[in-house]
């Protein structure tokens, strides 16, 4: 039987709620795995009431549904979930309000999804209280980024630690509802192939790279507090360091997991001071062309400063300290409009110890999270033929053809079913948000420092030039 909960999402007029939670919450619906007495309340400022609500999230949903997972029906019977009560988040009476609309709670707890800017997580969780809407079995979930440095994570952290417990608290990274990324857990994890050569005796360097073609859309005033390393490079890319670099946990479970993925962040090696001319790169798109698409620099984006110094894509040497992974670089890089939209990972093993063959290439495992959903390992085989040509091939594994039958859910989907069944194995723990704001923190400082003002790079290239030479003064380069 699934579990029995309401959901209330605040900020539910947003770009958040409209493409991904209620999308999602949809297609949950369809498949039958929310409570038939489940209830959703979207919140929000505009004075809209049920009907016109209804309107924008049915037009919203079926502009992200496929086609052959909508249909009129389906969405009648989830409609009759779903509505919309105007309120302002700031006023305490509003909760007042809400409470008496929500009545006695159906003996469930509620879900609060704050899908709001962080700047009001810390006034929402204490009306909640005082409305008498956060008891013990209310959980709420955070969405990143959670502050915009160590000290106000804490303080963000320490604001909710005073009304819910941490078992009730779900910090959401939606890079750890992907497919892939949990198939990397189960590919380190349920194969023992990988495990003796997964360090550093046996891999040269990681690369992990979020590459979007996208620029800031109607996010500019977000993004341009935000940039590149708030936005991106302090969850995504760092979770997924995590997952790559981890030791196995004991368990499959929240604590053993998000136990192991907080002692990688701890080891990272600070940047700070210079190092951080010497390791990081950062940059801002110009104007340039994507798909053959004129797009205009990134200064002239809606809500941008026009001197904005914000950067939009960033490239990162970082290292472990630690048995595992001493002397291995993981280079970490994402950009907005860049040439193509891809997220891969990629392990690059040392060559062989002893040439035999003129030819060869070290093996290298690609990973890749998107658009596609494979695994592949590039390995050496000989040319048909006379003599020994050899050419690396790939052994390919599509995620999605071998399980062709089952539909790809979406992460909102497997997130939101963890967050109704309390499970809180993919979401961050508040020491493991912390660990990542404490080395984020002096690179942030480092470029104000030196005032290390972001390079351009034309939009659809692959970034700025000084990406490139960051690998290249070790003979290495991007997998591209
Ligand atoms: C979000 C960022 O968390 O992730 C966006 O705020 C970014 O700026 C997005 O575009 C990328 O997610 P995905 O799933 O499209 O790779």
């Given amino acids: 039987m699934t579990t029995l909960c309401d959901m209330l999402v605040f900020g539910g007029t947003g770009d958040l709620a409209l493409h991904k939670l209620l999308p999602a919450l949809f297609h949950l619906h369809r498949d039958g795995r929310l409570h038939p007495k489940m209830r959703i309340l979207a919140l929000a400022r505009n004075a809209l009431d049920r009907q016109r ?5 049915e037009r919203h949903c079926r502009a992200q549904v496929a086609r052959a997972d ?4 389906a969405w009648r019977s989830f409609s009759e979930r779903l509505d919309y009560f105007a309120m302002d988040v700031s006023q305490s009476a509003d909760f007042g309000r809400l409470a008496r609309y929500l ?3 159906q003996g469930c707890g509620r879900v609060h999804y704050l899908a709001t800017a962080p700047h009001l997580f810390e006034d929402i969780a204490a009306h909640l209280a005082i409305a008498g809407l956060a008891g013990p079995q209310s959980r709420i979930v955070l969405e990143k980024p959670i ?7 804490r303080a963000i952290n320490a604001a909710i630690g005073k009304v819910f417990d941490e078992s009730q608290v779900f910090r959401i990274d939606h890079y750890l509802g992907k497919e892939t990324v949990q198939n990397l857990m189960a590919l380190r994890f349920a194969n023992a192939l990988f495990e003796p050569i997964w360090r550093a005796g046996h891999i040269d360097h990681v690369q992990i790279s979020v590459c979007e ?3 800031v859309e109607n996010r500019g005033a977000y993004y341009d507090r935000s940039g590149a390393m708030r936005d991106m490079v302090q969850n995504h890319l760092l979770q997924l360091l995590c997952l790559v670099a981890m030791e196995a ?7 053993a997991v998000r136990n192991e993925k907080v002692k990688i962040l701890e080891a990272l090696q600070p940047i700070s001071g210079l190092d951080v001319r010497d390791k990081t790169v950062r940059g801002q798109y110009s104007a340039g062309k994507i798909g053959g698409q004129e797009v205009p620099a990134y200064y002239f984006e809606k809500n941008v400063d026009n ?3 914000t950067e939009t894509f960033v490239a990162i040497k970082a290292e472990i300290d630690n048995w595992r992974w001493a002397g291995v670089p993981f280079y970490l890089r994402t950009g907005k409009r860049l040439a193509r939209k891809y997220s891969e990972i990629v392990i690059q093993f040392k060559p062989v110890p002893h040439r035999l063959f003129a030819d060869g290439e070290a093996n290298c495992l690609l990973i890749r999270l998107q658009p596609e959903e494979r695994i592949s390992l590039q390995l050496m085989a000989k040319t048909p033929g006379k003599g020994m040509r050899l050419e690396p091939v790939e052994l390919d594994l599509n995620l999605a053809q071998a399980f062709s039958r089952q539909r790809r859910w979406d992460a909102y989907e497997r997130l939101l079913l963890d967050v109704i069944e309390g499970d809180s194995t993919l979401f961050m723990r508040r020491d493991e948000v912390e660990a990542a704001w404490r080395w984020v923190d002096p690179i ?3 470029w104000h420092e030196y005032y290390q003002s972001p390079r351009p790079y034309a939009a659809g290239t692959a970034g700025p030039e000084q990406a490139h030479s960051l690998l290249e003064l070790h003979g290495r380069q991007w997998h591209d």
């Avoid at 502050?147 to 994570?153: T, V």
Wanted: proline share 6%; net charge negative; aromatic share 8%.
């Fill in 53 to 57: 609500y209804l309107a924008l999230a």
């Fill in 70 to 73: 909508f249909s009129s029906e």
């Fill in 103 to 105: 009545g006695p709670d």
């Fill in 147 to 153: 502050g915009h440095s160590l000290e106000s994570a």
């Fill in 213 to 215: 073609t996208l620029g």
């Fill in 249 to 255: 946990p004991v368990r499959f479970d929240a604590e």
């Fill in 307 to 309: 001197d904005s110094d």
């Fill in 444 to 446: 942030l400082e480092g």
